[in-house]
C-alpha cells in the first residue's frame, strides 16, 4: 500500500500542511499573473480564431496552466483548504464536491489549451504530435480524465462499498498526485520548448532579456507550485521506518 495518507495527523503535521497550503495558494496566484504578463504583454495576446497563428499558440500555455496546473492545485488542496476553514466551517461533503467540481474545470481547460495547440499546428502547417512534451502531453491529459472517471464512479456516482472506498483512496490520492506531478513537469518541458524556439532565428530572443528571464522565472514558480502541492498533501509517516 502507499504510504500517502488522504488525512492530515498531528499538530505538528498541521503546522506543516497548513504554511505549504498557503504557500502554494500565493505561488498559484503569481504563476497565473506571470503566464498571462508573458503572453500578453511579450506575445501579442491569445485568441482561439485569428489570421495571427501565434495568438492561437499563445491560448495553449495560459490554458494548460490554468486547467491541469493551478486550477488541479486549487482542487487538490480541497481538502487542506486554508488553516482556518475547519470541519465546522466547511463540512468534507461540500469539500469533496469541490473537489470534484474543480477537477472537471481543470480537465475541461486542459482540453481546451490541447485543442488550442492542434489548432494552431493544424492552420500553420506545423505537423503535430512530434516532441517529448507533445507525447508526454496527451499521456497526460488522458490519465487526469480517466482519473477524474475512476474517481467519479468510485467516491461519488454510484459510487464502491465503503470497504472499496477505503482502501482505494490512498491509490486515489498517490496516482492523482502524480499525474499533477506529470502536468507540472510536462509544463517544465513546454517553457523550455517554446523559449529554445524563440531564441532560434528568425526572433533571436536575447539570451539575458527580459523576456527569456520572465519564461524561465515563470516555469521555476511553477516548479515551487507542484512542490508545495506535494508537502502539503504528502503525510509524513515516522512508523513506517523501522532501521534507525
Ligand atoms: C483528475 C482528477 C483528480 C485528482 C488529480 C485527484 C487527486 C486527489 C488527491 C491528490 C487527493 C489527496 C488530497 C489530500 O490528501 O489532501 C485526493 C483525495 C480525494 N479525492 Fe480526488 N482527485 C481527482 C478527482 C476526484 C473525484 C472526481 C472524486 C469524486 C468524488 C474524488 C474524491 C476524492 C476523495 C473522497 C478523497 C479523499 C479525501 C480525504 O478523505 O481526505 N477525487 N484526490
Ligand atoms: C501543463 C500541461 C501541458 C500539456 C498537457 C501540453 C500538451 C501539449 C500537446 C499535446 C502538444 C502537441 C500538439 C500537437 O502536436 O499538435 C503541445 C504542444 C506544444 N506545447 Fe504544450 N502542453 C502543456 C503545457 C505547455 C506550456 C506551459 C507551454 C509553454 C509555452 C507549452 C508549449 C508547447 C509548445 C511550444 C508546443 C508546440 C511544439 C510541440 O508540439 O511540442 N505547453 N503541448
Redesign the pocket.
Known amino acids: 500500500m502507499p504510504q500517502l495518507k488522504a488525512r492530515d495527523g498531528g499538530a505538528g503535521a498541521s503546522a506543516r500542511v497548513g504554511a505549504f497550503t498557503l504557500l502554494a495558494h500565493v505561488l498559484a496566484v503569481a504563476a497565473v499573473a506571470l503566464v498571462l504578463l508573458w503572453c500578453i504583454h511579450f506575445r501579442g495576446g491569445l485568441a482561439l480564431r485569428s489570421h495571427d497563428k501565434q495568438l492561437i499558440f499563445n491560448a495553449?500555455?495560459v490554458l494548460?496552466?490554468l486547467g491541469?496546473?493551478v486550477v488541479a492545485a486549487e482542487a487538490i488542496l480541497c481538502y487542506r483548504s486554508l488553516p482556518w476553514a475547519t470541519p465546522q466551517l466547511v463540512s468534507r461533503d461540500a469539500r469533496k464536491k469541490a473537489h470534484l467540481a474543480l477537477h472537471a474545470v481543470g480537465l475541461a481547460l486542459?482540453g481546451l489549451g490541447?485543442y488550442a495547440?492542434?489548432k494552431f499546428?493544424v492552420e500553420a502547417g506545423i505537423p503535430?504530435?512530434?516532441?517529448l512534451?507533445?507525447w508526454i502531453?496527451?499521456t497526460?491529459?488522458s490519465l487526469y480524465a480517466l482519473h477524474w472517471l475512476t474517481a467519479f464512479v468510485t467516491f461519488f456516482f454510484p459510487g464502491a462499498s465503503p470497504a472499496t472506498r477505503r482502501s482505494a483512496v490512498p491509490w486515489h490520492a498517490l496516482l492523482g498526485l502524480l499525474v499533477f506531478a506529470l502536468?507540472v513537469g510536462?509544463?517544465q518541458l513546454?517553457?523550455l520548448?517554446?523559449l529554445t524556439?524563440l531564441q532560434a532565428p528568425p526572433v533571436r530572443l536575447a539570451k539575458y532579456g527580459a523576456e527569456a528571464l520572465l519564461v524561465n522565472f515563470t516555469a521555476l514558480v511553477v516548479l515551487l507550485l507542484g512542490v508545495a502541492v506535494v508537502v502539503a498533501t504528502a503525510n509524513v509517516d515516522s512508523t513506517r521506518y523501522t532501521a534507525m
Open positions: 495553449h500555455p494548460m496552466l491541469l496546473v486542459g490541447i495547440v492542434f499546428h503535430n504530435l512530434y516532441s512534451h507533445s502531453g496527451v497526460t491529459i502536468a510536462n509544463a513546454g517553457f520548448e517554446k524556439f
